[in-house]
C-alpha cells in the first residue's frame, strides 16, 4: 500500500506517538535549508510534544539521514521506514547520536522519515520546610501543592 497510507503505517510501525502528529511533506532540497527545516521541525515537535512526519525523494535519503544524524540532538528520535508493504521492508529507529555512527542508510528505496524530539524538562521543584509546621512544600511558579 504506497502512497499516503505508508505516512500512518510509518507512524504505526515507529512507535511514536500517533495522537499527535504533523505532515511536513519534502524538506528543501539544499543542505543550508535542510538542515534549518530539521531544527525547527525538532523545535516543534519538542514544543509540542508531536510526531513530525516527512518524506524525500529517494535519491537524496542519505544525504537527509547524514543532515539529520548532524543537526538534531543527541536525544532526538530519528525513524526511517523504508519499503514500507514491501518484503524488504525496514523500520529503523535511533537517536541522533547512534545515527552518526551508523552505516544504516535507506539508499533509494521510498522513505518516510519520523522525528520526535523531548521536550525540555523544567527545572525539578525546590522541596524546603515550612516554617514552624515541620511540613514541606514544593515552590515552582509560587505555588504550593497538596496543601
Do not use: H
Request: proline share 5%; with cysteine.
Amino acid at each position: 500500500l504506497p502512497g499516503p497510507s505508508a505516512i500512518l503505517m510509518a507512524i504505526m510501525a515507529s512507535g511514536f506517538g500517533g495522537q499527535r502528529f504533523s505532515f511536513r511533506g519534502y524538506l528543501p532540497a539544499d543542505t543550508a535549508g535542510r538542515i534549518r527545516a530539521l531544527r525547527e521541525l525538532e523545535v516543534a515537535s519538542a514544543r509540542d510534544g508531536s510526531t513530525q512526519v516527512f518524506i524525500e525523494t529517494p535519491y537524496r535519503n542519505d544525504a537527509l539521514i547524514d543532515s539529520a544524524a548532524r543537526t538534531l540532538g543527541d536525544d532526538t528520535l530519528l525513524c526511517a521506514a523504508t519499503g514500507l508493504s514491501t518484503p524488504d521492508e525496514s523500520v529503523v529507529v535511533m537517536k541522533a547520536a547512534a545515527w552518526r555512527s551508523s552505516t544504516r542508510k535507506p539508499g533509494k528505496t521510498p522513505t518516510v522519515f519520523l522525528v520526535l524530539a523531548r521536550a525540555k524538562s523544567a527545572a525539578p521543584a525546590r522541596v524546603t520546610a515550612d516554617q514552624g509546621s515541620g511540613r514541606r512544600k514544593s515552590q515552582q511558579g509560587g505555588r504550593r501543592r497538596g496543601a
